[in-house]
């Protein structure tokens, strides 16, 4: 549960290093985005060699939280940080690996790439 205004770190090597969630598809009346949500998130600091630029505007996929996300069998599972992976606007990755692990929940959305990229699905 990531509410707007949240800070969350970049898990590709897009060029970004922070992300600043700036909004929830779904109208006003969504409040919070979970792992596998699409997010419009703003660049918060941007490496000079990287794909993406400061202060861009763009779209990313949630691949962790530190609030609980509850599955289907009554586990619960929790990271140690917020993160999210920049996308474009067809669905693919800009960037060209995935840092850390990521939830099951984005792969079972349809992110198959970001799944197989990342060092391990939980």
């Known amino acids: ?48 060699v990287g794909v993406v630029k400061d202060h861009s505007v763009v779209k990313a996929v949630i691949v962790r939280t530190k609030k609980e996300v509850r599955r289907k069998d009554g586990s619960y599972l929790r990271f140690s940080d917020n993160a999210a992976v920049v996308i474009s606007k067809d669905k ?17 959305r349809g992110y198959v790439k970001i799944a197989s990229l990342a060092k391990e699905v939980w």
């Open 1 to 48: 549960m990531i509410p707007v205004g949240a800070i969350l770190n970049s898990a590709d090597n897009s060029g970004a290093k922070k992300l600043k969630l700036i909004g929830i598809p779904g109208g006003s009346r969504v409040k919070f985005a979970s792992v596998g949500d699409t997010v419009t998130v703003a660049v918060k600091g941007a490496s000079s």
């Open 92 to 108: 693919a990755m800009v960037g060209t690996r995935v840092f850390g692990p990521i939830a099951r929940e984005v792969r079972d």
